[in-house]
Each structure stands twice: as C-alpha cells, then as structure tokens.
C-alpha cells in the first residue's frame, strides 16, 4: 500500500465515522449552552485517530463496521470530555484546542466542565443501547475501566501531580504514558477483537500499548520541534510549565532514536496480523516528522 492508497482508506474510515456522528448529534438539543458546547468540541476538527482504527481494525478482521461503530463514538466522546477538562485551568491551563479556542474560553469554564460530562455520559448512554449480547457488554466495559482511575483519569492525576517537581523517573513516565495515552490506543485494536469473540486479544493489546507509546514519544518531540502532532497546539507548554515527558527523561537526541526502534518494533508486530498494511503506513505517518 502507497500512501495515497492509505490516505485514501484512512479518509474513507473517517467519512463512515462523521456520517454517523452527525447523525447522532441531530439528536443532542438543550435549552441552554451545554449542546452547543458538546458539538463545539466534539466536531473541533482532529484526525480521529481512535475511531479510524477502531474502524479499520474491525474492517481488516472481516467484522461488522455497523456493530463497531457505537463504541467507535463512545471512544471519541470520552476522549473529547478528557481534552475538554484538560485543557481547564485546574489542569494544563490551554487557550487552544485543534486551531480553535478551548472549550472554557468560548463558553465558560462551568458550561466546559458540564460539556465534558455530557460527552462521558452520552458515550454510555448511546452504547448500551446496542449491548444486546455479552461481547458487546464486555467491550463496553473495557472502555469504562480503561477511561477511570486505573485508565486515562489515573494517567492524567499521575501527570498533575508530577508537574513542576525535579522527577526524572522513567517508572513514572512509563505510568503515566501507559494509563493516560496507551489505554485509549490500546482499545481501537482490542474492541473489534473482542466483539469477534477472537482468543489473541493480547496481541492486539501489545501493538496498541507499543502504538500509545510511540504517539506520546512524538507528541513530546513536537511540543518543542513543532510537526503535524503540534497542530493547533500550544507549543513549548510542557517545557515551561516543566512537566514530565520523554524529552525531559531522555533528552532529545536519545529520543529520537528510541521512537526510530519502536516504530520498528511495532511494523514487526504487525506482521503477525492479517491485512496490516494500513496500520504499518499509520505508524509510518506518525513519524514521519522525526523519521531521519
């Protein structure tokens, strides 16, 4: 596959995924700010990445796009609340999102925080509706545990609590990356295969964990080298605020070089699977910004 092949599937995924989006959001209305601040985030723009895989990894296992698609919006719901409540004052403290103003700078840092939780429970409330059989229930519930404390919202209380202290512990970098990042790259590969009822989820675990860490080795980089991850964000934040990343741990040379043998790892990896050529041009694309 060239990449004008997978460009073209990766926009055809992304096409399948907004239809159904904007089909959903025609029925999410209120009588005050909260929906517009919902669709303001929720359609911000972004590559979603999440779903796309999600999507692609059902279609390349010969599974139902249709019955993926729920949890494909589930997962970009709750992952739309967390960069909502991120970007708050309370957090990261970021006057942009995607190009755009964040969330509480266009409407208030009380319609923001509602915006997030109604995101988080419209992702529950729009997916239970299709959990008729205990494939789907177990994916749904993988999706909860992997979002909670010992998932996205531990990762991210790990990074708080780190920012600003003299930490240089990759331990607690690796905690951090492997519950905030990894978790919500680790269920696009795994939901599929657990929908199919497949008995290899751990290989699908072990390439979306090697996937979270090498995206959040790039989106590090590109806080100070600036690239297509740096896109309408902030940059140089992590490094003034001193937060903990890979750049801060291992130096940006050194870093360089561990996203190169990943991203190696992880095209090895794949070959074990059926029809890899789009996740291979996928890691590719990642990090072609710092290939060299």
């Known amino acids: 596959m060239n990449k004008a092949e997978y460009l073209k599937e990766y926009q055809n995924y ?30 911000a723009g ?47 403290n970021d006057d942009l999102r ?5 969330n ?15 995101l988080l429970n419209l992702a529950f409330e729009h997916c239970l509706k299709f959990c008729d059989n205990k494939e789907k229930l177990s994916a749904l519930l993988k999706i909860a545990e992997f979002s909670g404390f010992n998932g996205m919202l531990g990762g991210q209380a790990l990074d708080v609590t780190s920012q600003g ?21 680790i269920l696009p590969f795994v939901i599929p295969a657990i929908l199919l009822n497949l008995n290899d989820i751990e290989v699908f675990e072990d390439i ?8 959040q080795y790039v989106d590090d980089l590109s806080d100070i080298k600036g690239g297509k991850q740096a896109s ?29 043998r990943l991203s190696e790892e992880i095209i090895e990896n794949l070959k074990s699977l059926k029809n890899s050529e789009f996740f291979k041009c996928f890691i590719l694309d990642v990090i072609s910004d710092y290939a060299n």
Request: hydrophobic residues 40%.
């Open 98 to 102: 995607r190009g755009k103003q964040s």
């Open 208 to 215: 979306g964990r090697k996937t979270g860490v090498l995206f």
């Open 165 to 185: 202290k003299d930490i240089r512990d990759e331990d607690t970098l690796q905690n951090i990356y492997e519950m905030k990042t990894c978790k919500f790259l």
């Open 14 to 43: 992304l096409n399948i995924f907004e239809r159904y989006a904007i089909d959903v959001f025609k029925g999410v209305n209120s009588r005050s700010p909260l929906a517009d601040a919902m669709k303001y985030s929720f359609f």
């Open 232 to 260: 309408g964000k902030s940059m140089g934040k992590d490094l003034k605020e001193d937060k903990l990343t890979a750049v801060k741990i291992y130096g940006e040379i050194k870093l360089k070089e561990k996203i190169k």
């Open 104 to 118: 509480h700078k266009k409407f208030g840092e009380a319609i923001a925080v509602l915006a997030g939780d109604g």
């Open 46 to 92: 972004g590559k979603r990445i999440r779903p796309v895989l999600m999507i692609a990894t059902s279609d390349k296992l010969s599974g139902n796009i249709d019955e993926v698609l729920p949890f494909a919006f589930a997962l970009e719901c709750i992952h739309t609340y967390s960069l909502i409540h991120d970007d708050l004052p309370a957090l990261d």
